[in-house]
Nanobody, 125 residues
Framework: VQLQAYGGGVVQAGGFLRISCAAS????????VGWFRQAPGKEREFVAA????????YYADSVKGRFTISRDNAKNTVYLQMNSLKPEDTAVYYC???????????????????WGQGTLVTVSS
């Protein structure tokens, strides 16, 4: 599967943005998808994930209650709705997919086989 993340941009603190991850392939619904982010000088970190077939969702504590991950399997797309954005949310956001993840593996970047290029989200104060 090939992934393409898009929708990043510049937004003021307190604002909102929705980024998307478009996937190729007819079996997209069988892939779990995660969003990760990497800020300058920092390691890549888990943001959110959604299990295949549109099942359970998982969030990092830092975004819980502000971000929502969802998917539209008919459109082969996963979304990350980001509300109440903070300057510390500034990062390059990456989407990743894998067909064999179990619940305990959803938060680990090393467990995803397929990655899209990142999309930059900048939150100004």
């Amino acid at each position: 599967v090939q992934l393409q993340a898009y929708g990043g941009g510049v937004v003021q603190a307190g604002g909102f943005l929705r980024i998307s991850c478009a996937a190729s392939g007819r079996t997209f619904s069988t892939y779990s998808v995660g969003w990760f982010r990497q800020a300058p000088g920092k390691e890549r970190e888990f943001v959110a994930a959604i299990k295949r077939y549109g099942g359970s969702t998982y969030y990092a504590d830092s975004v819980k209650g502000r971000f929502t991950i969802s998917r539209d399997n008919a459109k082969n797309t996963v979304y990350l709705q980001m509300n109440s954005l903070k300057p510390e949310d500034t990062a390059v956001y990456y989407c990743a997919a894998d067909s064999a993840l179990i619940t305990s593996s959803m938060r680990g970047a090393e467990n995803y086989d397929y990655w899209g290029q990142g999309t930059l989200v900048t939150v100004s104060s």
